[in-house]
């Protein structure tokens, strides 16, 4: 019984370390993935990583001299909380493919 649960324990560290492999080879993947969002118009785009780093953002000229800083403001936004939706779901879908059980906002 001593041995069994030996092996018991031995197969949960294996496990373990096999799992921290596993994340760790998710990580490097969302490190070299990127998302994008844009508006619909295209005066606002945002690339961001996998691991939610924002990587560019690029603004149409004409809302750089807007008048309308509150909507400017409003839309950045938007668009940046949309990058970090599609980073999430870049992070689930990687963790379902490598580790197989989907992971909310990994």
Known sequence: ALIKERT???DKIKQAFEFKSKLE?????LENSQVEAKSLD???KIVM???QKVKSIELSDSLLVTKD???F???LCDFINKSIEKSQELSSKKA???IGINIPGL
Do not use: D, P
Not at 25 to 29: L, T
């Open 69 to 71: 800083k509150e909507l």
């Open 25 to 29: 080879q998710i990580k490097k993947e």
């Open 73 to 75: 403001n409003k839309e």
């Open 96 to 98: 379902k493919e490598i």
């Open 49 to 51: 990583t996998g691991n």
């Open 42 to 44: 295209g005066q606002i």
């Open 8 to 10: 018991s324990m031995f």
